[in-house]
């Protein structure tokens, strides 16, 4: 199931605003045994978008120390699976462009006018991905199903009972070192889905599971995201554009309650330095302000609260955002473009200076909630914990 970018034209050949190569990936399936399906990302009801953007694969596979017995696995996370996302802990600007795991899969959004053929930097990629078995992983294929019925062809599913040697859902004979609490989450509603566990239209259960962890935090939160935007009806400005998520006053008032409390809480959370995209462009430029005004809410109400406490200290000392970034020296036998960025541009500069940002796509937290901790994959939250 592949987003469906209506403003891509494959008679004409036009990329699209999205540039998924969704039209490329479903005429490379055409014609084989492989049922690609493309979903709307327009409703007639709506006059904006959304979409999915749940990125989730289930197989069968083999079931360890058994000769013929076989079980599901999920995987679940923010990868996408498409140009330029795969990336190493190296984060390589220029020194792997044509060679190596970033072989002529140059992706760079970021940049105007950027290509492999001016050279890098390449967009460093920092990502989060998780693998799941038993019962969570049925869980991640239900998500799948009800989805595939909802927009799709549901005779081309194969049931799971006729699987052979399938294990089922619930198992008495799961292995000790398997003995995990995990619990899959989501973000979906009635357009994306057929059935919901609630009368409602909308599940939410991935905001309620952040809010509830971080009321049960005990001495510090580190979160990564893509987006760290909420909490508008405390904003200095645009109290009314919708950004109402509770993440971020939460956390503010964690903090606030510590402080009351004397007790020491740290706050990390780490963020791109802008979101995909040119940084002057507009729609960046909107997330970057409504991103601003969400800082500046939280440290004023911790601001407030060490105020009133008498204590001494600084907002800082309870809650850092952060941004990553990499600088590369030049190595032997790196790549020499056919051609260079127009001189005194951020495309120029970045090739002088050898430095660019790695952007951070992952969305989970990390609490210490008594060994309990909660990765959240955008549209799939894992919830572990120790037996």
Same mark, same amino acid.
């Given at each position: 199931?592949?987003?469906?970018?209506?403003?891509?034209?494959?008679?004409?050949?036009?990329?699209?605003?999205?540039?998924?190569?969704?039209?490329?990936?479903?005429?490379f399936?055409?014609?084989?045994?492989?049922?690609?399906?493309k979903c709307?990302?327009?409703?007639?009801?709506?006059?904006?978008?959304?979409?999915?953007?749940?990125?989730?694969i289930?197989?069968?596979?083999?079931?360890?120390?058994?000769?013929?017995?076989?079980?599901?696995?999920s995987?679940?996370?923010?990868?996408?699976?498409?140009?330029?996302?795969?990336?190493?802990e190296?984060?390589s600007l220029?020194?792997?462009?044509?060679?190596?795991?970033?072989c002529?899969?140059f992706?760079q959004?970021?940049i105007?006018?950027?290509?492999?053929?001016?050279?890098?930097?390449?967009?460093?990629?920092?990502?989060?991905?998780?693998?799941?078995?038993?019962?969570?992983?049925?869980?991640?294929?239900?998500?799948?199903?009800?989805?595939?019925?909802?927009q799709?062809?549901?005779s081309?599913?194969?049931p799971?009972?006729?699987?052979?040697?399938?294990?089922?859902?619930?198992?008495?004979?799961?292995?000790?070192?398997?003995?995990?609490?995990?619990?899959?989450?989501?973000s979906?509603?009635? =357009?994306?889905?057929?059935?919901?566990? #609630?009368?409602?239209?909308?599940e &939410?259960s +991935?905001? @309620? /599971?952040?809010? %509830?962890?971080?009321?049960?935090?005990?001495?510090?939160?580190?979160?990564?995201?893509?987006?760290?935007?909420?909490?508008?009806?405390?904003?200095?400005?645009?109290?009314?554009?919708?950004?109402?998520?509770?993440?971020?006053i939460?956390?503010?008032?964690?903090?606030v309650?510590?402080?009351?409390?004397?007790?020491?809480?740290?706050?990390?959370?780490?963020?791109?330095?802008?979101?995909?995209?040119?940084?002057?462009?507009?729609?960046v430029?909107? =997330?970057l302000?409504?991103t601003?005004? #969400?800082?500046?809410?939280?440290? &004023?109400? +911790?601001? @407030? /609260?060490?105020? %009133?406490?008498?204590?001494?200290g600084?907002?800082?000392?309870?809650?850092?955002f952060?941004?990553?970034?990499n600088?590369?020296?030049?190595?032997?036998g790196?790549?020499l473009?056919?051609?260079?960025?127009?001189?005194?541009?951020?495309?120029w500069?970045?090739?002088?200076?050898?430095?660019?940002?790695?952007?951070?796509h992952?969305?989970?937290?990390?609490?210490?909630?008594?060994?309990f901790?909660?990765?959240?994959f955008?549209?799939?939250v894992?919830?572990?914990?120790?037996?």
């Amino acid at each position: 199931m592949l987003w469906d970018d209506e403003t891509s034209l494959p008679f004409v050949k036009n990329k699209g605003e999205l540039n998924n190569q969704d039209e490329e990936a479903f005429a490379f399936f055409n014609h084989t045994k492989v049922i690609c399906r493309k979903c709307p990302r327009l409703h007639r009801m709506f006059p904006t978008l959304f979409a999915h953007h749940q990125k989730t694969i289930t197989v069968d596979t083999k079931l360890p120390k058994s000769v013929d017995e076989r079980e599901l696995m999920s995987f679940v996370g923010g990868l996408d699976l498409c140009d330029g996302r795969y990336d190493t802990e190296q984060h390589s600007l220029f020194q792997t462009l044509i060679r190596e795991s970033h072989c002529y899969d140059f992706y760079q959004t970021s940049i105007k006018e950027a290509s492999l053929n001016k050279g890098g930097p390449r967009a460093p990629w920092h990502d989060a991905h998780a693998l799941v078995i038993g019962e969570a992983a049925w869980d991640v294929l239900t998500n799948f199903e009800q989805r595939w019925t909802k927009q799709c062809d549901p005779s081309f599913l194969i049931p799971s009972s006729t699987l052979a040697n399938l294990m089922p859902r619930t198992s008495s004979s799961t292995p000790i070192e398997r003995n995990w609490k995990v619990q899959i989450y989501r973000s979906i509603d009635h =357009i994306s889905v057929g059935e919901l566990a #609630t009368k409602s239209t909308v599940e &939410r259960s +991935i905001h @309620e /599971a952040y809010v %509830e962890a971080i009321r049960r935090a005990e001495r510090f939160i580190y979160i990564e995201s893509q987006y760290f935007i909420g909490g508008c009806h405390w904003w200095k400005k645009d109290r009314h554009c919708g950004c109402t998520n509770l993440i971020p006053i939460e956390i503010a008032l964690k903090v606030v309650s510590k402080i009351k409390a004397k007790e020491r809480f740290g706050v990390y959370i780490v963020i791109p330095m802008w979101p995909e995209g040119e940084p002057e462009s507009e729609p960046v430029q909107d =997330i970057l302000h409504w991103t601003r005004e #969400t800082m500046a809410m939280m440290y &004023r109400l +911790i601001g @407030e /609260a060490i105020q %009133e406490s008498g204590q001494l200290g600084h907002p800082r000392d309870y809650l850092n955002f952060f941004c990553l970034a990499n600088r590369e020296q030049k190595g032997s036998g790196e790549y020499l473009p056919l051609d260079s960025p127009q001189p005194e541009t951020q495309y120029w500069n970045a090739q002088k200076n050898r430095r660019f940002m790695v952007y951070v796509h992952s969305k989970f937290m990390i609490g210490n909630i008594e060994l309990f901790f909660t990765y959240n994959f955008l549209c799939d939250v894992l919830a572990f914990s120790s037996s």
